[in-house]
Each structure stands twice: as structure tokens, then as C-alpha cells.
């Protein structure tokens, strides 16, 4: 119980910024509480007094304002009683549907805020969480989290919060009604009643842990579900390219049954919680009917009190029931909950110092000192004793065999990642003591991932500079040589260009991300195998605007093609994570190097 209502207060914290709506539906619930109470009461004089023409008896003794009352409706002839209610019982019964209808209304705005609320900071979470995160964590996965997850909890502060306070009230109002009653009656009454209910609790709390632990369950398999539609959807051509359609649906199958079978089992006791309530509730009221039932009979006890008193005793059932699942849809809220909490309390690798230092000019170097690098805490050091003097102007060229650490370097300068060891400065300014938006503004990259969005030419364009005008945008296509192809889509620049940029070639994606470095104008350039999709038409042309990108920046290129580095000012040549030379295209083909044997493999290939 204790790590239950430690769990349910961490859910809760989610609604603190509507603490005043929450006090504000909870008046609401209390008023509708007394009404449904007032009209309950109801029973006893429109019983005894207009259907019957009978006093109100209740046997025992009554506190003096009870016995006024009940005198003063006993008083009153039964035509001139009917004509009151006939006025009064639709009026209390508008005013109690008007504050049902606030409550509800008001615990909505709550519920759909905090959704909101949570997939803002957790997308917002996302944008903050470093690239060592996303190497974790599948695609579908996190996209369970935002929609499924955050649906739970959805279900758990609209429908559930409101629920437990509202049947908590009318739990205790009636039953304090019934137990008052039901002493003038009979001690015998409120005695069954304490013994038989509380009997329902028992089950209700085994069930709720068999629940929670499937609703993770299925949390998961969703997640699984996710994870799939979002590799084979983004995958559809390699997936159609080698026949595998039928063995990926049939993957699919697989989750997609465990997925159906746990929630069966989620489903199937959740039910169960209602019927077994109301059987318990429906034997407490036969055994005490049948208690009662002489008194009635006899006439010591009107039937209109013993209504009342039925009345109150099985309104306790509705609470009862909806407590019941609302413990279930806790459970499930509070699975969801934690994985939510998991996104959120993630700690983030790369971030700033507490008063970082802007970044205005770049005057001098960029140094790597002593850098070491390891992806996972026990996974391999990826580069070892990185030490590396970058002039500001300089073109650095970085070779090495396929999984030399060559794009992890370069990934180090915009802090995508930091160093295990080491550190990098720019102008003798540690990178870590410097503003990351300040960094990475003045750094303009195209990678060999060429990420595009789902939006227009322009738009994807300007993606480093939406304060850019559209002249600008049309000379940086044209300096990419991306001009001549957008002119030929019927919405030129204003074409959206699909998933992943799916309407366009790869050479063409290339070139866009090219535009995309040229319009951001930064000081310093990362090109991670920037040539690698164009073709042999264009290659030439790209390489001469890539030149021309380069004069007076300083830029790190690296590419598998030689031919794209000779130019370079320096070649630094990467083996298993360690730099093993450095120099100029001349001078590492005059000896016995490791780059004049990549040279000579790729040339006489």
C-alpha cells in the first residue's frame, strides 16, 4: 500500500499546474453529493405521504431537529405534499445536473490539460536528451510513450481522479446516512453492512496487482508494435526489394497476438471487479431485508424510512463498484506512469554548465586534447589520445578504414556526444563552458544520413535559417546545384518532398542538404561523406561548389573517395580510434603509409 500511494502521488504530480480547477470540481462533487442525498431522502415522504397516506415512523429515539422535521411532514396533507414535489423534485434534480455537469467538465480540462502537458515535456525531453539516448531506444518505442503511455494517464486524472473523489464523497455521506438510520432501526443493520462490504476490498486489491502487471505488459507489446510499423514503414523498399513481406507480418502477427492475450487477461479481470461488488452488495441487502422486514410489516417502521434506508444502503454499491475500477484504470495509469517518468528523469549527457559562455567569433583553432571516446560505459574506447591543432581556415580531411572513429570525431565539435577524456576548445574556450546553441550555430553540417523533412524545398532549405529570404534560398540551390531539379517540380520550391524525402533521388537529397550548409553561412563546416550519393554527372560540379563553400572556413571532410581529399591542408589518417598520421596528399603518398595503401587498394579497385 505504501509504494502504491507513493506511485499514485507521482502520478499526481502531473496536475499541479490545475490545483485551483481540481478544488474548484471537488466543490461541485460535494454539492451534487447533498443533492443526490436530498433526493434519495425523497423517497420516505413521497412514500409515506402522497402514495400511501401514512405517517413517517421511525422506531427509537430521534434528536429533537429530526423529530420537528418529521412532525412538520407528517402535518402536511398529502394533495398540498404531491403539488410541492411535483415543483420541487425537477428543480433539485436541475441543480444537481448542472454541478454533475461542471464536475465533469471541469476534471476534463484537467485531464486533457496534463495530456498535454506531459507530451509537451516529453517531446520537449526529446529535443533535450543527447545522442547516446537515441542509440538506446527504439523509434517505436518512444512514440509508445507519447501517445499510449500518455493516453493512460489520460484515463486516469479525466475519468478515475474525478471518480474517487466524487464516489469517496458519496461513499461516506452514505454511509453515515445508512449507519444512522439503520441504528434507529436495528444495531443489528449497520453491522452486517461493516462486515459484508469492506469483504469486496480483499479481491479488488489482488486483482489490481494482476492488472498492473499486465497493463506493462501490453504497454510494452504496443511498443513492440510500434517499433516494427515504424522499421518496415520507413524500411518498405529494402522490405519489398527482398521478398519479406510475409515474414514481417508475420512478425507483426506474433506481438500483435501477445499484445491480444495480455489485454484479454487485463480485461477479463477488470470485469470480474463489478459483478463481484454488486453481489456482495446485493446479499448485504437480502440478509438485512429479511431482518427488516417484520418491522414493516408490523408497522413500527414506515415503508418510506425503510426505503430510504434501502436506498442509501445500495447507493453505497454504485461507489463500491466504480472504486473498484477505478483501481483497475489506476494500475494501468500508474505502469504507464513510470515509463513516462523513465523518459523524463533520463539524465542528459550533454548539457550545459550553469552560466555558460557565449560563443561570438571564431579567431583562432579549434584543439583536440588528449580526447578519448567510448559510446557505453562498457562498451569499446571508439577514439583513444585524440590530439589534433586546427588553424581557423584550415580544410582537415579525415580517411581511415570503415569504423575508424572518423564521423564519431567529427560528431564530438557540435557536442552530439563528449569526450570520456580530454577536451576540445575553440579559441582556448573549453566547448563545455560555451552556450550549445552558440556552438552549433557557427557549424554547418551534411551528412551522409541525409535528414529531411516532410515539408517543402524551401522549407527544408532554410531549416539553419528561417530568417532567410527566398533570393537567398534560390542562390544557396543554385551554388548546390539543386536549382535545375526543383525548377522541374510544378510547385518548384514550394513542393513537399514526402516522408524522408521520399520524392526525391538520393543525389537530389544530397544536394538539398548541401544548400542547406551553404545557406547557413557558419564559420566552420562538417562534410561526413557529402559527395557519397551523387552521381558521376554532378559529382564534379557539387565538388566545385563544395571548394568554393570551404575558401576561408575551416571544414572537416571526410569521404572514402580520394580523390574528394586531395586538396585538403592536411590528411589526419584514423586506424582502430587513434590518429596514425597526419599530412599533407604529397607527403603521406611519399612513404610507406597507411593512406598511400588505401590509395593505391582504391585506385587499383
Known sequence: MKKYLKEYRKLLKFTKSYRALLVLAGLCMGVSTIFEGVSLGMIAPLSDRVLSNKMIAIPGHLPDFVSKIINKLNSIEPLIFLRVMIIFIPLLFLIKGIFVFLQDYLMNIVGQGVVRQVRNDLYAKFQGLSMDFYGKKRTGELMSRITNDVAAITNAISYALKDFIFESMKLVVFTFL????????????????????????????????KIKKFSVEIQKKMADLNSLMAETIQGAYIVKAFSREDYELERFKKINQNYYKFTLKSIKRTLVLSPLTEFVGVLGAVIILWLVGNEVISGRLSFGVFGVFLAFLLSMLRPLKKLSNIHAINQQALAASA?????????????????PKSLTNFNNSIIFEEVDFKYGQNEETVLKNINLDVKKGEVIALVGHSGAGKSTLVSLLPRMYDPCKGKIS???????????????????????????????????????????????????????HAFEFIQNFPDAFST???????????????????????????????????????????????????????????????AHRFSTVQKADRIVVLDKGNIVEIGDHATLLSSDTLYKKLYNLQFSA
Open 339 to 355: 515509463r513516462i517518468y523513465d523518459i523524463l528523469e533520463e539524465d542528459i549527457k550533454v548539457k550545459e554548465i550553469k552560466f
Open 178 to 209: 445508512s449507519f444512522y438510520i439503520g441504528f434507529k432501526i436495528s444495531w443489528k443493520l449497520p453491522l452486517i453492512a461493516f462486515v459484508i462490504f469492506p469483504l469486496v476490498m480483499v479481491p479488488v486489491a489482488r486483482i489490481g496487482k
Open 426 to 480: 575553440i579559441d582556448g574556450v573549453d566547448i563545455k563552458d560555451l552556450k550549445i546553441k552558440d556552438l552549433r550555430s557557427f557549424i554547418a553540417i551534411v551528412s551522409q544520413e541525409m535528414v529531411l523533412f516532410n515539408t517543402t524545398i524551401r522549407e527544408n532549405i532554410a531549416y539553419g535559417n528561417f530568417g532567410t529570404t527566398d533570393q537567398e534560398i534560390i542562390e544557396a540551390a543554385k551554388k548546390a
Open 496 to 558: 513537399v518532398i514526402g516522408d524522408r524525402g521520399l520524392r526525391l533521388s538520393g543525389g537530389e537529397k544530397q544536394r538539398i542538404s548541401i544548400a542547406r550548409a551553404i545557406l547557413k553561412n557558419a564559420p566552420i563546416l562538417i562534410l561526413d561523406e557529402a559527395t557519397s550519393h551523387l552521381d558521376s554527372a554532378s559529382e564534379q560540379l557539387i565538388k566545385d561548389a563544395l571548394e568554393t563553400l570551404m575558401k576561408g572556413r575551416t571544414s572537416f571532410v571526410i
